[in-house]
């Protein structure tokens, strides 16, 4: 038996998914307001306690709240499926890390090198995670040295 592997292999982080398994802490949300999220968005307090909305205009990092974890249990809602996560939909419940490793997609202008282990994460203003500190809000979360492409995307491994 053998294994077919595309050019670029295995790849090592899936967005949105802790990366150690045992270190993370978790809290239920639910998603408010009329846009959706996918896993490994960072979202921000929304209105009442319990719910989340997506970072799309942040000013601080007090206003963020965590990231949105993957599941392996929700389905897509139409069929056939499209290609890629399956986001979180205003009014559903997801999973909200507040502390502990795990994989994000990386804004288009941050630069993999710079992703370093112990190396400071940013926030834009619309809650993308960077590696660049103009203009953007200084977070407490880490870079952990471990970086990919998927495709066009940076991926990276941070800790919160």
């Known amino acids: 038996m053998s294994l ?9 982080l899936m967005v949105g998914y802790p990366t150690v398994s045992d270190k993370y ?16 968005d960072v979202v921000m307090f929304g ?12 000013t601080a990092m007090t206003e963020v709240a ?6 392996n249990v929700k389905v897509p809602s139409v069929y056939p499926a499209p290609v890629g996560p399956v986001a979180v939909n205003p009014g559903e419940a997801f999973g909200l890390l507040v502390r502990g ?3 994000v997609k990386l804004d288009a202008d941050a630069v993999l090198a710079n992703a370093k282990e112990g ?6 203003s619309a809650g993308k995670v960077t590696t660049v500190s103009t203009d953007n809000i200084e977070t407490p979360w880490k870079f952990m040295g ?4 998927h495709g ?9």
């Open 4 to 12: 077919i592997l595309g050019k670029d292999g295995v790849q090592k």
């Open 25 to 40: 802490d978790v809290g239920p949300a639910v998603l408010e307001g009329s846009a959706a999220v996918l896993p490994g």
């Open 47 to 58: 209105s009442a306690s319990g719910s989340y909305k997506p970072a799309a205009s942040l």
């Open 66 to 71: 965590g990231v949105v974890l993957a599941t």
């Open 101 to 103: 490793f795990v994989a």
């Open 119 to 124: 190396a400071t994460v940013y926030l834009t």
């Open 146 to 149: 471990v970086t990919e492409l």
């Open 152 to 160: 066009s995307d940076k991926v990276a491994e941070i800790v919160l």
